[in-house]
């Protein structure tokens, strides 16, 4: 569970590293965890929402219900990938009315794309080595957010996305495609598996 939070902060500080050898921009602690689509809102309620809307809210339907379903007929990582797909099907209203995204044209939209499927398969890899914990794999999910959206130096979460895009294809090779893991990949949801197991 520790690694939900140890992991995103980790990547963080490592793009701040390399933001600094190359860019030179300060850094604005005091923008850390802050919000600019909410800037109201308090930290404490910004955090519990995004780990609630977007960890829990997107993990407990892609990882917790549809990976282990997808990963009874096929490997780990084309599991992943399958559900990417579906993933990025989701998401697709938000270039209608998400400033951001409407803007991002051809090669924005080819890289918002990727990012969705390694993103796939970066949580298709937590979701297996944590043994199928929606609870770790969610908490991930929303912490990375709030590390990636910190607008506390130019280019941070360009340059997490970066690194997160390297580390995640090097799972591959690492883990193997089959399982994305150490161990067996997870093929029942979470509700269905009997007591102790």
């Known amino acids: 569970m520790a690694a939900a939070f140890l992991l995103p902060a980790a990547l963080f500080a490592v793009s701040l590293v390399v933001l600094a050898i190359f860019d030179g921009s300060p850094v604005s602690w005091n923008r850390m965890g802050a919000s600019t689509e909410y800037p109201e809102m308090p930290l404490p309620i910004f955090w519990l929402a995004n780990v609630v809307c977007y960890g829990f809210g997107e993990e407990v339907g892609w990882r917790g219900f549809a990976l282990p379903r997808i990963q009874t007929r096929r490997s780990a990582l084309s599991s992943a990938l399958l559900l990417g ?113």
């Open 85 to 197: 797909l579906a993933w990025a099907g989701w998401h697709l209203p938000l270039f209608t009315f998400s400033e951001g995204l409407s803007r991002l044209g051809i090669g924005g939209t080819a890289g918002w794309l990727m990012s969705i499927l390694t993103g796939s398969v970066l949580m298709a890899w937590f979701f297996n080595s944590s043994g199928g914990s929606v609870l770790a794999v969610a908490i991930f999910h929303g912490v990375l957010d709030i590390f990636m959206t910190s607008p506390v130096a130019p280019y941070v979460a360009t340059a997490m996305g970066a690194i997160l895009t390297i580390g995640t294809i090097a799972l591959v090779p690492l883990f193997g495609p089959s399982n994305l893991a150490r161990r067996a990949r997870v093929t029942e949801a979470p509700g269905e598996r009997g007591p102790g197991r």
